[in-house]
């Protein structure tokens, strides 16, 4: 692909991309505040669905419970509009997760693995993060919004205060990824993914069997709540199950996990 096969643009994208919709229509920023404020206003306007907001940069995205994601040049910085029934609601950050875990092994070859709810790792540290926000009214989507970061050329030497939680591809192989390749190939795993739903083809089954939270012992913390267990398993919604230290089952919707060996 020469010198040009890390810069972007909607045609080095769609051109001869093997999807039906997903990544059919894209929106290109040289730079941007987030692509999923973006997004937002697309869907809100009635945008096509599958249709895609990337930035060469992001300047202010966010990543779960109002953190910053850090987005600069040479990284994937992309929000996907989807209109999902809302029974799928709940298995969009499962299919997320999946397209991302399998577009990074095809093109990488790196074995990716997934912590609960949403954090992908290489080698036990974050390589990705993803957001979905969605809008619901009287029991129908009016739409949802993939948003997906991955750390694809990031130099984490110039970021030493993320080094030891954070990796990137380029990091992890020792050379540059090819960010267009693996752009493509999300697209495309995010729009089988998505198209399996109503088949009943389990994602939840797929999304289960990668994540390395299970089994293990972890600190989970949702605001000032903290609550500790082993992680015994996930249910159908997503929902962690925590089997606390006196026995109870605890439901954990939502939260940050750290997996832990305590007392």
């Given amino acids: 692909m020469g010198v040009t096969e890390n810069s972007l643009s909607p045609t080095s994208?769609?051109?001869?991309?093997?999807?039906?919709?997903?990544?059919?229509?894209?929106?290109?920023?040289?730079?941007?505040?987030?692509?999923?404020?973006?997004?937002?206003?697309e869907a809100q306007r009635g945008a096509a669905e599958g249709t895609v907001i990337i930035?060469?940069?992001?300047?202010?995205?966010?990543?779960?419970?109002?953190?910053?994601?850090?987005?600069?040049?040479?990284?994937?910085?992309?929000?996907?509009?989807?209109y999902p029934s809302i029974v799928y609601l709940p298995s969009l950050i499962m299919l997320a997760s999946l397209a991302v875990v399998y577009s990074i092994e095809s093109v990488t070859g790196l074995k990716a693995q997934l912590k609960w709810p949403n954090d992908v790792l290489i080698s036990g540290r974050k390589v990705c993060g993803i957001l979905i926000e969605s809008d619901v009214r009287g029991g129908r989507v009016d739409y949802a919004i993939i948003g997906i970061g991955i750390n694809v050329n990031l130099r984490l030497a110039d970021f030493p205060e993320f080094s030891p939680v954070a990796t990137s591809l380029s990091g992890e192989l020792g050379r540059e990824v090819p960010l267009i390749e693996v752009i493509r190939r999300l697209l495309v795993e995010v729009e089988r993914l998505y198209l399996a739903l109503p088949s009943g083809e389990s994602i939840y089954q797929q999304w289960r069997d990668r994540l390395i939270t299970l089994g293990r012992k972890v600190e989970v913390r949702w605001g000032k709540t903290i609550y500790t267990g082993v992680a015994e398993s996930v249910a159908g919604d997503g929902s962690l199950l925590l089997r606390r230290s006196d026995g109870s089952l605890t439901k954990i919707v939502a939260g940050d996990v750290t997996l832990r060996d305590y007392k």
């Fill in 13 to 41: 994208i769609t051109d001869n991309l093997e999807t039906h919709f997903v990544g059919q229509r894209v929106i290109y920023y040289p730079s941007l505040t987030s692509t999923m404020e973006v997004a937002r206003r």
């Fill in 55 to 82: 930035a060469d940069e992001q300047t202010v995205g966010r990543g779960r419970v109002r953190r910053i994601w850090l987005s600069p040049r040479g990284n994937i910085a992309l929000s996907i509009i989807l």
